[in-house]
């Protein structure tokens, strides 16, 4: 996702097309953010700590979300200014605010993904 698209006189209204906040609500529709979002909830974490919390991203993947979110005020990065480098991640105010909303949309997914996964097809009876 590139910038937000120039603010328009069309405010708060996500179902029409040049509505600013179709770019956050985009953003917030990745399962990577809202992955990220949910593993920094409980506090701040280095990256080393967030990919192996977060099953399946790639440091690359992990890295250019990490980003995006800092970039819209989401998280904080804190470089330690140390060596060997060391960097931590954290929910801004926004980020929390936004965390309980991500947590409890994740808890629903959880309790709800086997019955929305496809069913197979049934077997066709022998005649």
Do not use: N
């Not at 708060?12 to 906040?21: F, L, T």
């Not at 979110?69 to 804190?78: D, S």
């Not at 991500?102 to 086997?114: C, M, P, S």
């Amino acid at each position: 996702m590139d910038e937000f698209p120039k603010p328009t006189s069309v405010a708060g209204d996500v179902m029409r097309s040049e509505c600013r906040a179709r770019a956050a609500l985009a953003l917030l529709a990745e399962k990577w953010v809202l992955l990220v979002i949910e593993a920094l909830s409980d506090g701040p974490k280095r990256t080393g700590a967030l990919r192996r919390q977060i099953g399946g991203i790639s440091e690359k993947m992990l890295i250019q979300t990490l980003r995006r979110l800092e970039a819209v005020g989401l998280i904080a990065r804190h470089d330690f200014r140390e060596v060997p480098p060391r960097v931590e991640y954290t929910l801004t105010e926004r980020g929390r605010s936004l965390s309980p909303i991500v947590l409890t949309l994740d808890r629903w997914v959880e309790a709800h993904a086997f019955d929305m996964l496809p069913r197979p097809p049934a077997s066709p009876s022998p005649p």
